[in-house]
C-alpha cells in the first residue's frame, strides 16, 4: 500500500469520520487502500465499507475482509450504488481524497507526470474514451485556450494554446516530451515546475471530467449520508477547494444561500472544521505532495 500511495492527512481523516464503530461508511477515492484500511481497523465486525475507485488497478489493493464492498466505478454514482446496496436509510460517513495517487505519478506509462516521456494518457479510468493526446491534437485554440486558463488558472493560456497549435501543425503531439519541446519558450525559470504542474492539472481536469465529477459526488453524497452523518473531504488545488468549501457551507456548489419561506437560510450541513485542517511539517517533510492539502469536514443536520 504505500508503494501505491502514502494517504494523507489519515489519522486526522479518520478520526473526523467515524462517529459510530458500527456504522456503514464510505471510501469515495480508495486508491492504495490506506484510509479504507484505517476505516476497518476502527470498525467492528458489524460495521460496513463501500469503496470506490475508476482505477482498475487499485483493484488490486482491495483487503480480504467481508465488510468491505469494492466498486470500481467513478464515484459521481454514489448515491447509485448506496441505493443499490440496500442502505436506503443511508451512510453514517463519507470519505474523499482528491488526489492523484502516487502511483499514477510514478507510473511512466500513465502520462500524469511530466518526469517522464511517456504517452499523453491521462486517464483515471484506463477504459475511458478520452485522452491527453486527443485533447491536445483536437481542440481548437480558443478551446485550449479556456480549459488552460480555467482549470490551470495560468495567466499565459492564450500563449499556451498558440504554441501548441502551433507545433501540431507539422506533427501530432503524442508525448510528455513533445508537449513540453512545444511550449518550452514559454517556462518561466524561476517557477518551471510549477508552471507545468499548472499544464498538467489542466489536461488531467479534462480528461477525466473530474470537476463535474466532483459535482455529481457531492450532489450525491448528500442523499446518500443519514442526518447526522460526516463527510470528509481532502482537497489539492483552489478549484476544487473552492466547489468543496462552496457545496458545505451552502449545500450548492456555486455558493448561493437560499432562503425558505420564512427568510431564514440555512445549509444542509453543519461545518465540524471552521477552517480547513493542512498536513503537518512533519508529514509534509515524509511526504511532499501532501503539501497542498487541505481537509474539511461536516455533518449533515437535515433531510434533502
Known amino acids: 500500500m504505500s508503494e501505491y500511495h502514502v494517504p494523507v ?21 480508495f486508491g492504495g487502500g490506506g484510509h479504507s484500511k484505517r476505516i476497518l481497523s476502527e470498525l467492528t465486525k458489524d460495521g460496513r465499507l463501500l469503496a470506490f475507485d475508476r482505477d482498475a488497478e487499485a483493484m488490486e489493493n482491495v483487503p480480504e475482509d467481508i465488510r468491505i464492498n469494492f466498486v470500481h466505478n467513478n464515484f459521481r454514482f454514489i448515491h447509485n450504488y448506496i441505493l443499490a446496496g440496500g442502505y436506503r436509510d443511508g451512510v453514517d460517513g463519507i470519505l474523499a481524497d482528491l488526489g492523484v495517487s502516487s502511483h499514477q505519478f510514478d507510473t511512466a506509462g500513465r502520462g500524469f507526470s511530466f518526469r517522464f516521456d511517456a504517452p499523453l494518457d491521462m486517464r483515471m479510468n484506463t477504459e475511458g474514451e478520452i485522452t491527453a493526446k486527443d485533447v491536445i491534437n483536437s481542440y481548437s485554440n480558443e478551446e485550449l485556450e479556456r480549459l488552460f486558463r480555467v482549470y490551470g488558472e495560468l495567466r499565459e493560456s492564450g500563449r499556451i494554446a498558440a504554441a501548441i497549435c502551433s507545433a501540431r501543425t507539422a506533427a501530432p503531439i503524442e508525448t510528455t516530451g513533445q508537449l513540453g519541446k512545444a511550449i518550452e ?49 481532502i482537497t489539492y488545488h483552489s478549484l476544487e477547494d473552492r466547489m468543496v468549501k462552496n457545496f458545505l457551507k451552502t449545500g450548492n456548489t456555486g455558493g448561493e444561500t437560499e432562503s425558505d419561506i420564512y427568510g431564514m437560510r440555512p445549509s444542509p450541513f453543519r461545518m465540524i472544521t471552521r477552517k480547513p485542517v493542512t498536513p503537518s511539517e512533519d508529514e509534509i517533510r515524509s511526504n511532499t505532495r501532501a503539501r497542498s492539502a487541505k481537509l474539511r469536514v461536516a455533518e449533515k443536520v437535515r433531510e434533502q
Open 9 to 29: 492527512m489519515l489519522h486526522e481523516s479518520v478520526s473526523e469520520l467515524i462517529t459510530d464503530r458500527s456504522g456503514i461508511y464510505v471510501d469515495a477515492t
Open 185 to 233: 519558450r514559454l517556462l518561466p525559470g524561476f517557477a518551471e515546475h510549477k508552471f507545468l504542474a499548472k499544464v498538467y492539472q489542466a489536461l488531467r481536469i479534462e480528461v477525466n471530467r473530474e470537476m463535474r465529477s466532483l459535482e455529481k459526488f457531492l450532489k450525491g453524497a448528500l442523499k446518500s449520508l443519514k442526518p447526522g452523518g460526516r463527510i470528509v473531504i
